[in-house]
């Protein structure tokens, strides 16, 4: 199936349900939806950017968003992929790589729990490197996970 990955409003009706599934499965996993470390704004900004997956009839698949971590380092705030959406991620991920690339970023760094096994095993497979979470993201929780990817 292809997938199409599109800049769109965080505020959509689709973002907003996609963000609320999101939140729902990261409050069952470890405790905590994750909604507190960032605001939309964020996303808006110029130095941030918000993705949406469809299939070509429009069917919403997934998201990703970035914001500006520090000079050349983007974060990936989320990364969401309703089940059974494969490939939904690896296109997200592309985009979201291609989108800070082009926005100047050399780097992007997330952060996961570490119950979040699937997103820990996506991390590992796409080229990203598990780093020391002191080293660049600070009051996270004891099981958080801390990646980087270097893109440029």
Known sequence: MPIIVVKEDPQGLDARVLRDELS???ATLTGSSGQLR???????SPR?????????????????????????VAEICQLYVRPKALGAGVAILQG???????AGYRQLVLETRAANRRAVRFCERHGFREV???????????????FLKQVA
């Open 38 to 44: 960032y605001t939309i704004d964020d996303f808006l």
């Open 48 to 72: 941030g950017c918000f993705l949406l997956a469809r299939t070509p009839s429009g069917q919403a698949l997934g998201f990703g968003a970035f914001r500006r971590h520090a000079y050349g």
């Open 24 to 26: 729902a499965s990261l």
């Open 96 to 102: 979201l790589e291609t989108r800070a690339m082009a």
């Open 132 to 146: 020391n979470t002191v080293l660049f993201l600070l009051n996270r929780p004891r099981d958080a996970r801390c």
